[in-house]
C-alpha cells in the first residue's frame, strides 16, 4: 500500500507561447506556434532512495511543427550530512526524446529520437534552500550538443 509519504503522482497541461525568434523553423513556410503539454509525473520513495520520472506530448498548434513524446526516469539517494550542508543526494536520469510526427529522411523539420543522460547532485542548505548541480551529455546520434551543464538554486519562502 503506498502512503502519502511514500510517494506522490501529478498530472497538468503545460502551455508554451511562442515569445521571440529563438526558434527558426527549417522550412520556408513554416513558423514557431504554441505547444499543448499534458503531463503525468510521479515519485517513489523507500526510507532515503526514490524513483521519478514522467511523460508528457508537446502537441503542437500548427502540424507544420513536430509532435513530440518526452519520457524521463531518474533514481536517487539522500545522504545526512549535518550542520549546513543537510544532505547531499546524487541523482541519475534517463531521458528520452520521440518524434511522433515529422520522421521522414524528406521533411525539412524531420526531428530523430533522443537519449540523454543526467548525472547530478542535489546540495539540501539548510532548512529552506536547495542548490543542484548536473551534467547531461547525449548517447544517441545525431547528437544535437555535447555536453550540457545544468544549476538551479530553489529558496522557499
Keep these: 500500500?503506498?502512503?502519502?509519504?511514500?510517494?506522490?503522482?501529478?498530472?497538468?497541461?503545460?502551455?508554451?507561447?511562442?515569445?521571440?525568434?529563438?526558434?527558426?523553423?527549417?522550412?520556408?513556410?513554416?513558423?514557431?506556434?504554441?505547444?499543448?503539454?499534458?503531463?503525468?509525473?510521479?515519485?517513489?520513495?523507500?526510507?532515503?532512495?526514490?524513483?521519478?520520472?514522467?511523460?508528457?506530448?508537446?502537441?503542437p498548434t500548427d502540424a507544420v511543427a513536430p509532435t513530440m513524446l518526452f519520457n524521463d526516469i531518474g533514481i536517487g539517494y539522500r545522504l545526512p550530512v549535518g550542520g549546513l550542508l543537510r544532505a547531499v543526494i546524487p541523482t541519475f536520469e534517463v531521458h528520452v526524446n520521440t518524434p511522433l510526427t515529422h520522421r521522414s529522411a524528406g521533411d525539412p523539420e524531420r526531428r530523430r529520437d533522443s537519449v540523454?543522460?543526467?548525472?547530478?547532485?542535489?546540495?539540501?542548505?539548510?532548512?529552506?534552500?536547495?542548490?543542484?548541480?548536473?551534467?547531461?551529455?547525449?548517447?544517441?546520434?545525431p547528437r544535437l550538443f555535447d555536453a550540457e551543464a545544468l544549476m538551479r538554486l530553489n529558496w522557499r519562502f
Excluded: K
Design 116 to 141: 540523454n543522460l543526467t548525472l547530478g547532485a542535489h546540495l539540501e542548505l539548510g532548512e529552506r534552500t536547495w542548490l543542484s548541480l548536473a551534467a547531461a551529455t547525449p548517447v544517441t546520434s
Design 1 to 59: 500500500m503506498l502512503r502519502a509519504d511514500d510517494g506522490a503522482l501529478s498530472t497538468g497541461l503545460a502551455v508554451t507561447l511562442p515569445t521571440g525568434p529563438s526558434y527558426q523553423p527549417a522550412a520556408a513556410h513554416a513558423r514557431t506556434v504554441a505547444q499543448l503539454q499534458p503531463f503525468i509525473g510521479y515519485l517513489w520513495r523507500q526510507g532515503e532512495f526514490y524513483l521519478h520520472g514522467f511523460l508528457s506530448v508537446a502537441v
